[in-house]
């Protein structure tokens, strides 16, 4: 058994950042399941929304945000991220990371970015490759600790809690389970601060921009300890994730509608002032559906976002990433509109947490895209989520070195028991529940709902549930077997969450209760196994 301070799962901006500030104070183990910079944020194009202009002011970033949010944002959430925001920034430029400026009237200022629902300019970005950015910079910085143990290709498999062990007294997160995939064992892990940092879940549909790695993985681990499990309902598609055959994941930043880029149908049409005056530029959940309904009504497999009125030398400049990908498709985007359809992007509910990241069991933290904090509410604005990963994991930081609570004696966890059958046959039946799983998702609890089609998934994912459990108990396990039991949890919980959400209210839209509905349902879902 080994033991740590600190335990960090996941490496991403929320994750890693918790870990740099707690490294002056214990032994730290973050474990992350494939290499350090295979995270949400490496992949994040846009940028973090952050007030830093004159221009700009706390009151309006915390107002679009509440307006995005649709009535369930927590506000003295949405105030703490939002005026916290500017010192998280400055301690991330403080390690190196150099935002983008500009030349205004002879001196330099930072660039802000625009997109949909934001009243001002106010994200920051570094071109179009923002979180890769951030990644590649707290990463080198934590290469730097050497209280900090980065376990590549670890995954944890389940969390260790006293009410496991079958202690009597007040449940704890006591450790975890982790599996070496190199050497195919499991290993027990014991630390009183365990931080999930995992990312979120967009793997579960069968069309997302997240990458592989996206397997809801924190939530369903959180789920099976009885942890409060909130807004699962509230997924995020993005409405421009590249069309094309070879293409897997690829998102067209929502940066390119706000420097002008216009989403036009089959037939040339900006369709989106037909559906919103805000046009190319509204709120996501409200263009992921025109974008949908467009779709349907035409037939037609995607809608195109054309951009081609801006100069090619402004394109290439400030989106280099997207501009190449595109091109080796073959797109020319500063020529041609690029063929686009929304797909599920981020996951705005989660594992149930106070401003500290602090979840219902003790010793239990959640931070960045897996934790429901209360700033998203029902539907995230654009680029708030780095800047959550960033607050958040602060003070989480600050409320773990405080706490000097943590079980004095020495406790001693049992070792992880597994069945060792390995039939290889059988895995052909992962792949294929995997496949049928994120099917199932994206055809009957996509953009557009009804209680029938939820009612279906539903009966469907028991079943699936039931193998998987069967699986799990008798086989050896690997990381495909644990990424599905994790997937199939946690389409449960979206489905169960949507069930119980009968209005439609930011990205839960029903055709079966077409109005919101706030005597009822002005509120989060909340679900726990206890
Ligand atoms: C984007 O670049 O469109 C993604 C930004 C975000 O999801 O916050």
């Not at 007030?51 to 700009?56: C, K």
């Given at each position: 058994m080994k033991e740590y301070d600190f335990v960090v799962i996941g490496s991403g901006i929320a994750g890693l950042s918790f870990a740099l500030k707690v490294a002056k104070y214990g032994s730290v183990a973050v474990i992350t399941k494939r290499k350090g910079a295979d995270t949400n944020t490496a992949w994040a194009q846009g940028g973090i929304a952050c007030?830093?202009?004159?221009?700009?002011s706390f009151e309006l970033h915390v107002r679009d945000t509440l307006v995005a949010g649709a009535g369930l944002c927590d506000e003295a959430v949405v105030r703490t991220v939002v005026t916290e925001g500017p010192e998280r920034i400055r301690e991330l430029m403080e390690l190196g990371l150099q935002f983008d400026e500009r030349d205004v009237s002879g001196h330099r200022e930072l660039d802000l970015g625009r997109e949909g629902g934001h009243s001002k300019r106010r994200v920051l970005h570094v071109q179009d490759v923002t979180g890769k950015e951030i990644e590649e910079t707290l990463l080198r910085e934590l290469r730097r600790q050497s209280e900090v143990e980065l376990l590549e290709n670890h995954m944890a498999v389940d969390l260790i809690t006293a009410a496991k062990l079958g202690f009597a007294a007040e449940d704890r997160c006591l450790g975890v389970y982790m599996l070496d995939e190199k050497k195919g064992e499991v290993e027990t892990i014991r630390s009183d601060r365990i931080v999930l940092a995992t990312g979120g879940c967009g793997k579960v549909y069968l069309y997302t921009t997240n990458p592989d790695i996206a397997t809801g993985d924190g939530v369903a681990m959180a789920w099976r300890v009885g942890a409060e499990i909130a807004n699962m309902e509230f997924i995020q598609f993005h409405p421009t994730c590249l069309f094309h055959a070879q293409a897997k994941s690829f998102l067209i930043s929502e940066a390119v509608r706000g420097e002008g880029g216009i989403l036009r149908n089959n037939r040339g049409e900006d369709f989106m002032k037909r559906y919103d005056?805000?046009?190319?530029?509204?709120?996501r959940d409200i263009v992921a559906r025109a974008i949908d309904a467009e779709i349907k009504r035409s037939g037609a497999k995607c809608v195109f976002l054309d951009i081609t009125h801006k100069s090619p030398e402004f394109i290439r400049e400030r989106f280099p990433h997207i501009y190449e990908t595109c091109l080796r498709f073959g797109i020319d985007m500063s020529k041609q509109a690029i063929p686009v359809v929304p797909a599920a992007h981020y996951q705005c509910g989660g594992i149930k947490t106070d401003m500290n990241g602090a979840t219902n069991l003790p010793g239990l933290y959640a931070i960045g895209e897996v934790a429901c904090t209360g700033l998203h509410g029902a539907n995230r604005l654009a680029s708030n989520s780095l800047l959550e990963g960033l607050v958040v994991a602060h003070r989480a930081a600050v409320a773990c070195i405080d706490i000097r609570s943590g079980s004095k004696q020495r406790i001693s966890l049992p070792e992880w028991k597994s069945g060792d059958v390995q039939d290889v046959d059988e895995m052909v039946v992962i792949y294929h529940n995997w496949d049928e799983i994120r099917r199932l998702m994206w055809d009957y609890v996509g953009i557009v709902r009804t209680d029938k089609r939820l009612q279906r998934a539903s009966a469907r994912l028991r079943n699936l549930q039931r193998e998987i459990r069967e699986f799990y108990w008798n086989f050896k396990i690997s990381v495909d077997l644990l990424e599905l039991r994790n997937l199939a949890t946690v389409a449960a919980l979206i489905v169960d969450s949507a069930l119980s959400r009968k209005e439609s209210r930011g990205l839960h839209y029903t055709l079966d209760y077409p109005e919101t509905e706030d005597r009822q349902f002005k509120g989060e879902t909340v679900l726990s196994r206890g």
């Open positions: 007030v830093t202009s004159d221009e700009d005056a805000r046009g190319s530029l509204a709120p």
